[in-house]
Structure formats: C-alpha cells, structure tokens
C-alpha cells in the first residue's frame, strides 16, 4: 500500500512511501487489542480505592437486638453490613491493577491497530518538520492544511521535539508521541494518525527487530 507525502502546507511532495505489509496489513486481531488496550487502562489505575470494614469502623461493638426471636436478620453491632451506616462487605483496598503479557500479543496488538487504521484511509503520510519556536496557531495551522482540524489528531515523531510538543500540548484532541512509544490505545482512540518519514522508519525497524529477536528466542527455548 503506498501513501503519499504531504508538506505541512497539505501540498503533495510528490513522494510516495510504501507502507510495510507485515505491520500495516495483516489481519487485525480483535482479542489480542482487546488484551493490550485493557493492560494499558489497567496501569493508568492508581489503586488506592479503599473503604472501611467492619473491623475498621469506629462504632459500638454492643449486640443491639436478640438473636432469635426477633423476626428480622441476624446482626450484631451497629457496624453490621446490614444496616444503615454500617460497614461495607468486601469493599475495595489498595492494589496494583497491572498484570502481564508477552511480547508477541503486544507485538501483534500494535500491527493489529495500525493495519485498522491503513484499512480506514486514516494514515496521513507527513515530511519531517520542526518549528522554530512553540506555537500553537502555527500547528493548528498544520491541521488546517491537513483537513483534519477538529478529528482527534495523534502525530508520531521519531525523535523528541519540544517545540512541536509544546505546540499541540493546549488542544485537547491533538497528541504527540515518539515512534517507539506507540501503543494500540493511542492509535485506536485516534481519528487520524500523522506519521513522518523518519517515524515510519522507525516502526518498521521496531516491529521488524522485535519479531526477529521473538522468533530467535522461542526457537531456542525449542531447542531449533
């Protein structure tokens, strides 16, 4: 699948760049994503939820009513989970939310989202730019050139850039990532993803040396 490369005036540079069929157009897996977007919210969690028991609750400790007899549930104190104000029954504590999952289903999740979003004609192809100071009307202006002003907008760049940075950190619905940084949730939940020249690069060399170094070590784990 080739792409076209715009300037950031939205002008065709006349180059054309082929996307790589291993990372942009294989067929997506739905589970895998679903697996990497969930490990991804699951370590935004900060997991300090907590709420009180019944041992940590600072009222009486009294029988209120008898046993049996009464004609209503069996309680005891003031703090039992059955009334009114008592405490709460298996309650959230603090925890660590993040858990554990191998390279290749991370690997193949990130091919997945980009290979949705080579089917959906929402990769925009861009050269290498920079600003000469933070601006954010000078950026805003890029996403005018590019007609995607008002979609939710992520640029990935292959290599850190303040002033591009800085340029798009007040719009809410635009991002900027480092190439080696991609994720699927931040692909996914874009509308369009502006690549660069040297970003895309970057990804194809990611991709291609992760599964090669993947497929080296199952094989020696094999015994191949």
């Known amino acids: 699948m080739e792409v076209s490369v715009l300037d950031i005036k939205g002008q065709e540079t006349g180059r054309k760049v082929a996307l790589n069929d291993a990372v942009f157009g294989i067929e997506p897996n739905d589970h895998v994503l679903y697996l990497d977007v969930k490990q991804y919210l699951a370590n935004q969690r900060q997991g300090t939820a907590k709420s009180k028991e019944r041992s940590e609750m600072s009222g009486s400790t009294r029988k209120l009513g008898r046993q049996k007899g009464g004609g209503g549930a069996r309680r005891g104190d003031i703090n039992s989970p059955v009334l009114v104000g008592g405490a709460r029954v298996f309650g959230p ?132």
């Not at 970057?202 to 497929?215: G, M």
């Open 93 to 224: 504590k603090p925890r660590d939310y993040r858990f554990k999952l191998n390279k290749k289903v991370k690997i193949l999740a990130r091919k997945s989202a980009l290979s949705y979003k080579a089917q959906e004609s929402a990769i925009v192809m861009l050269e290498d730019f920079t600003f000469e100071a933070p601006k954010t009307k000078e950026f805003l202006s890029v996403l005018k050139n590019l007609k995607i002003e008002g979609k939710k907008v992520l640029f990935v760049l292959p290599e850190s850039n303040k002033n591009v940075y800085l340029s798009a950190r007040n719009l809410q619905r635009a991002e900027v990532i480092l190439a080696s940084n991609v994720n699927s949730y931040k692909v996914l939940n874009a509308d369009v993803v502006v690549i660069t020249e040297k970003s895309l690069e970057t990804i194809d060399q990611i991709f291609s040396a992760n599964v090669c170094s993947a497929n080296i070590n199952d094989k020696a784990r094999r015994g191949i």
